[in-house]
């Protein structure tokens, strides 16, 4: 495993594997809690979810839970493609507001580690598409909030343009309904 940590969004890191291959197939380590914590990173994995998403251009998010059900994330594909994005929603951070996205991918098996206090959603490329993810905190529906996919603020460069909704994620606040319902800073 390769650790890289994200260079504008300080917490983010992406973790490149190093499959060993042979006539059998592939094996590779994809959580690694020594090296991890050489990192500083020291999250304890308390659930882990599983997606299957059976159309290209679905988009999940963007998801988050609010203090003190925070989760942050350990996302990877197992099967299929997604373009991963996550915002910062640490309102004493230089990057809060802003967007970072990674392209995750059964060929390319890289997993990505969003921390705390970021908002998070991605979009499939591939039809068939499976994404798997820790978290650090339990689920708690009443901790729940999410922004919408096009908010006109954040600017998300997606892959797609007419992407398949959820009812409830149509339904989701803009960024500046966020930051005004939640005493944010100014945007």
């Keep these: 495993m390769n650790v890289k940590s994200n260079p504008k969004f300080n917490g983010v890191f ?18 690694d809690e020594q090296l ?11 659930q882990e979810n599983h997606a299957y998403t059976k159309k290209e251009g679905v988009i999940r998010g963007f998801h988050f839970q609010f203090p003190p059900y925070s989760e942050a994330k350990m996302v990877r594909v197992i099967s299929g493609e997604i373009y991963d994005v996550f915002i910062d929603l640490r309102k004493d951070s230089p990057t809060f507001g802003k967007w970072g996205g990674v392209k995750l991918s059964k060929s390319n098996q890289k997993i990505l580690l969003i921390p705390k206090g970021f908002a998070h959603a991605y979009c499939t490329l591939k039809p068939n598409t499976e994404v798997v993810y820790k978290v650090d905190a339990p689920y708690n529906p009443e901790s729940e909030g999410g922004i919408r996919w096009d908010d006109r603020f954040l600017k998300v460069d997606w892959p797609i343009k007419n992407p398949i909704l959820s009812e409830k994620d149509k339904k989701l606040d803009t960024f500046q309904s966020f930051v005004e319902k939640h005493n944010y800073l100014n945007v």
């Design 36 to 46: 991890l914590e050489k990192y500083r990173i020291k999250n304890r994995w308390v």
């Design 14 to 31: 992406e973790i490149v594997t190093q499959p060993i291959m042979d006539n059998r197939g592939c094996f590779y380590r994809c959580y």
